[in-house]
T-cell receptor
Framework: GQQLNQSPQSMFIQEGEDVSMNCTSS?????WLWYKQDPGEGPVLLIA?????ELTSNGRLTAQFGITRKDSFLNISASIPSDVGIYFC??????????FGTGTRLTIIP | AAGVIQSPRHLIKEKRETATLKCYPI?????VYWYQQGPGQDPQFLIS???????DKGSIPDRFSAQQFSDYHSELNMSSLELGDSALYFC???????????????FGPGTRLTVT
């Protein structure tokens, strides 16, 4: 089946630092989405990307849909304590199931 | 804004018992998806429904079944529960099409199922 490789697996940063994570796939996706999940809660949609090359921002978050349609990245600028959590990329073909990446756990060091 | 509602939030069952999880999608959303997330894992797609018809099927065991009702709520029925079924179960909903593209999937808070 399709696999989404997400990196890094975990990040330890200080408050105020910028964060960058990415997702790569062996297959093409038509839509890329980025979610954040807190422990025991459901994933919360952060950004959705629909076109190859698209660059979209949502506050301090910026994400891009790769030109090859096989990758995407998410940047978080000036991190704050509430950014802590697990970030998942997810790819979509058509309008059916999401295929999730392996996740990036973000920890902010005091 | 209204979100996806799932019930119960927590469920404890013994092996070989049955469980029913319920999902109430965001109003006017026509598509419901079920995902299973094991500890430390990413969510895995189980099954989806569009306009009350099954539209896609993933790695859902034969012991599990699901349906979507006329009011668009969905239920996931799980029988002969096994220890390995312990996981978070998420429901997501979306509009199938929005301005020519797929609608975004919004997730509920999940049901934590523990099988002992």
């Amino acid at each position: 089946g399709q696999q989404l490789n997400q990196s890094p697996q975990s990040m330890f940063i200080q408050e105020g630092e910028d964060v960058s994570m990415n997702c790569t796939s062996s297959s093409i996706f038509n839509t890329w989405l980025w979610y954040k999940q807190d422990p025991g809660e459901g994933p919360v949609l952060l950004i959705a990307l629909y076109k190859a090359g698209e660059l979209t921002s949502n506050g301090r978050l910026t994400a891009q849909f790769g030109i090859t349609r096989k990758d995407s990245f998410l940047n978080i600028s000036a991190s704050i304590p509430s950014d802590v959590g697990i970030y998942f990329c997810a790819g979509l073909i058509g309008n059916e199931k999401l295929t999730f990446g392996t996740g990036t756990r973000l920890t902010i060091i005091p | 804004a209204a979100g996806v509602i799932q019930s119960p939030r927590h469920l404890i069952k013994e092996k070989r018992e049955t469980a029913t999880l319920k999902c109430y999608p965001i109003p006017r959303h026509d598509t419901v998806y079920w995902y299973q997330q094991g500890p430390g894992q990413d969510p895995q797609f189980l099954i989806s429904f569009y306009e009350k018809m099954q539209s896609d099927k993933g790695s859902i065991p034969d012991r599990f079944s699901a349906q979507q009702f006329s009011d668009y709520h969905s239920e996931l029925n799980m029988s002969s529960l096994e220890l390995g079924d312990s996981a978070l179960y998420f429901c997501a909903s979306s509009l199938r099409w929005v301005a020519g593209g797929p609608g975004e999937q919004y997730f509920g808070p999940g049901t934590r199922l523990t099988v002992t």
